[in-house]
């Protein structure tokens, strides 16, 4: 690499930062104005996480509250995280991959949805047979492939939303 490649380069990382800085700023601002007009208590966190804005609404009171916009299997949450996505997209005019989590519901998932990855790479090192999961949404899916290739196998989606699952596949 030249030199004039590493400066383009590294000019290239801190504009993909300030914008996706920017979208959990207004992210924030959004989610602000909901748990105003819920009057639900919460503290908003912002972060980059793999090329991603993260924000997260948490609480000090157990989040009991904050409960409710997860909802059933995290239903709420994500009609939340698409409607947060469009006032970013509304403001910037880019589309967003902005991920959400409330009460720490989703890095409970990922927990959970990792170990189900790994189990299943297990079971299919094991019997040489492909394992087909059950329906998930794209979240889901995508943490179940990463726990699948980091246990050295492959996986594909097959089917149609919203009863597209994960099939795990031998070496």
Same mark, same amino acid.
């Given at each position: 690499m030249t030199e004039g490649t590493t400066t383009s380069a590294a000019a290239e990382g801190a504009d993909t930062l300030n914008r996706l800085e920017q979208e959990g700023e207004i992210a924030a601002d959004y989610l602000e104005g909901l748990l105003d007009i819920a009057d639900l208590d919460g503290d908003i966190d912002m972060d980059v996480e793999a090329d991603r804005a993260a924000v997260s609404i948490i609480s000090d009171s157990g989040g009991r509250d904050l409960n409710k916009l997860v909802g059933r299997d995290g239903e709420v949450l994500e009609a939340l995280q698409e409607l947060t996505r469009l006032a970013v997209h509304r403001?910037?005019?880019?589309?967003?991959?902005?991920?959400?989590?409330?009460?720490?519901?989703?890095?409970?998932?990922?927990?959970?949805?990792?170990? #189900?990855? &790994?189990?299943?790479?297990? %079971?299919? $090192?094991?019997?040489?047979?492909? @394992? =087909? #999961?059950? &329906?998930?949404?794209?979240? %889901?899916? $995508?943490?179940?492939?990463?726990? @699948? =290739?980091a246990a050295g196998l492959r996986s594909e989606?097959?089917?149609?939303?919203?009863?597209?699952?994960?099939?795990v596949l031998p070496a």
């Open positions: 403001e910037t005019g880019d589309r967003s991959r902005l991920m959400l989590d409330i009460a720490g519901y989703r890095a409970k998932k990922r927990t959970e949805l990792s170990e #189900l990855g &790994a189990k299943a790479a297990a %079971e299919v $090192k094991n019997t040489g047979e492909s @394992v =087909k #999961l059950s &329906a998930m949404t794209p979240f %889901e899916r $995508k943490v179940v492939h990463d726990a @699948v =290739k989606s097959e089917g149609e939303e919203p009863q597209r699952f994960v099939v």
